[in-house]
């Protein structure tokens, strides 16, 4: 038996929106024989994972405070990978511009002004981009593999975090726990509802519909696109390559870098060791998860978010790890890149050996292989 | 036991997994495969590993647990990739992230326990031998494996005919594919390779170097890995001198800390992952020793026509 892959002459168009569907329908799937295997009921099992978030009013509110970083992060990171670039360090990125938002509220505790909440967004962005920057400058100028650069500076960000926060941005009064001061009120986002939700989910809406009309409408969003699918057309074309890594670096890293002031200034209300379970990595899963479309990435952030707070759910229902939550993820960008197969080519079993005579015919242009020729030959005269 | 004596054990404990996995991923690379899953193979390697070796007492058992996992983690990674021709990039991620979930659930349950430690292999005679004795003549078993390999992959890559078909199928898939060689199969058969020496690698981190299982206890080795390769311009030779600088640089920061210098401790354990960065300039900024030995289709997605 084998699998034969045959490129489609056209994307398929129902495929396109039909994979990621099957992809979260075939880990469902996998997820419910494995819950099975280990003796809970999968049908109950699923319903914790991936209903019951959704069945209250506490479970949505929370649910959209998870899927604000993974939409913002996920958004900007398609727009690299659409242009071929491999920027996997959107959690250093988160980091970075988590330190640089929350320096207002840890060094100016009493600014009190209508200026600090825009003021740490604007620092959180520019932190973001900076970390961003980094690896868009050393590919640009030494042609340094950016994949490597990116996610290096996520440990490097996160030994910074931690010694901030056990050093010189400690809260004195805070029994020596590694933790800075909690934000003041007027350094806190905005919320909504029961508090938890937050304005950085207003934001991540606008930042997915803005990328999504970027891409589309205007020349950079087309250059970009063009550097993905056809690197050297975009040569002739005479498109700036550093022009396009630049751009798709600094965005990515920017939006990241929201995320990261959102959080510590929306639901954690200060730094600690730990600030983001991973949502920098994770957003990977969202950006393909959305067809690496801005606007797919709402789709892809809920998925995903859904599965961390189906993980906490399970936990308590289940008394099963939390951890399966990051399983169930891995398992989801398989089955993505898997569906996603199906978009391009046909896939079809051999049963049998294929065995390759000329007796076949495959040539192009309809010339038979010479055996087949004389035959029809054959068959003319007679 | 003298103190250099003491300084040099640990580096080699410190660089044999580096050197297992980058030699590994060396030789997926020249098959013109990236996988970006060595850091996901390894630690599952490690988790297995313990897990085995924990349950059955015995550390070899550990170590042919940690191999299986290595190898099972990449063929899934052939199979999406050469099988269905998914991007390489993010199905390597994919198995970064799969297995970092994965590990950390198995290894819950084994959190805090006493591990194996795999023996050390005396080489009769040799081993009494004054400083070089006990250094070089009185290592584990993977210590030796680790040069072994790398020996003989740099014996393949230019001495035998496997070696030319792998560099052929990495620097040109299509005329390799015309002259009628098996794309896929070539890589299939790398890439089970790099799983081979990535769940050694992983094995050696739980068996060896800190026996017992922490989360997360590969701590991005896999992805300096991933750097040995580039930084020693996908040369065998090289890559050993590499995982052995880097190893030192390791050790170094831990030895720093140890005698109580007074830099924070947080920068001298990210002291790793800056030097990767240098590394990886130092040696993108020399354009003729990259293009050289870079292999052509790295990272390309193969899909004869037909």
Known sequence: ?382 | MSALEAVLLTIITASTPLLLAAVGELVVERSGVLNLGVEGMMIMGAVTGFAAAYTTGSAAIGVAAAVGTGVAMALLFAFLTQTLAANQMATGLALTLFGTGLSGLIGQTFTGLPGVKLGALHIPGLSNLPLIGPVLFAQDVLVYASVAITAGVAWTFTRTRAGLVIRAVGSNHHSAHALGYDVAAVRYRCIAFGGVCAGLAGGYLSLVYTPQWIENMTAGRGWIALALVVFATWTPIRVAVGAYLFGTVWIMGLYVQGIGVAIPSQFLSSLPYLVTIAALLAISGNRILTRVNTPACIGQTFVPDR
């Open chain 1, 1 to 382: 038996m084998k699998l034969v892959l045959e490129k489609r002459p056209e994307r398929s168009r129902t495929m396109q929106v039909a994979s990621p569907l099957l992809a979260v329908a075939l880990t469902m799937l996998l997820g419910s024989i494995l819950f099975a295997v280990r003796g809970i009921d999968p049908l109950h099992a699923i319903y914790v994972y991936f209903i019951s978030p959704l069945t209250t009013l506490w479970s949505v509110e929370e649910l959209i405070v998870k899927v604000t970083p993974l939409v913002l992060i996920g958004a900007g990171l398609a727009i690299c990978f659409r242009a071929n670039l491999w920027n996997i360090g959107a959690e250093g990125q988160l980091i970075a511009g988590a330190l640089a938002g929350a320096s207002i509220p840890i060094l100016a505790p009493q600014w009190d002004s209508a200026l600090a909440i825009p003021a740490m967004l604007l620092l959180g962005m520019f932190g973001g981009m900076v970390w961003a920057g980094v690896p868009a400058l050393l590919r640009n100028r030494f042609g340094a593999n950016e994949i490597l650069t990116s996610l290096m500076l996520v440990y490097v960000a996160q030994y910074l975090l931690d010694w901030l926060v056990r050093g010189p941005w400690r809260d004195p009064q805070g029994f020596n726990f590694p933790k800075s001061i909690g934000f003041n009120d007027w350094h806190l986002l905005a919320t909504f509802g029961d508090g938890r939700v937050h304005l950085g989910a207003v934001f991540a809406l606008i930042a997915a519909a803005a990328l999504a009309v970027f891409m589309a409408r205007t020349l950079m969003g087309f250059e970009i696109r063009v550097r993905g699918e056809a690197p050297r057309a975009s040569t002739f074309g005479g498109f700036s390559v550093p022009g396009t890594t630049w751009f798709c670096f600094g965005i990515s890293g920017a939006l990241a870098g929201l995320a990261g002031i959102c959080e510590v200034a929306g639901p954690v209300g200060q730094l600690q060791p730990t600030i983001s379970p991973g949502y920098g990595f994770t957003a990977i899963i969202v950006a393909f998860l959305g067809r690496l479309n801005p606007l797919g990435a709402l789709f892809g952030g809920l998925v995903l978010a859904i599965c961390y707070l189906g993980g906490e759910a399970a936990q308590v229902e289940l008394s099963i790890s939390e951890k399966t939550a990051q399983v169930f993820q891995g398992m989801l960008l398989f089955f993505i890149l898997t569906c996603d197969t199906l978009v391009r080519c046909r896939v079809r079993v051999e049963w049998a050996a294929r065995r390759t005579s000329p007796a076949e015919g495959r040539l192009p242009l309809g010339i038979g292989s010479a055996s087949s020729r004389t035959a029809d030959a054959g068959e003319a005269t007679s």
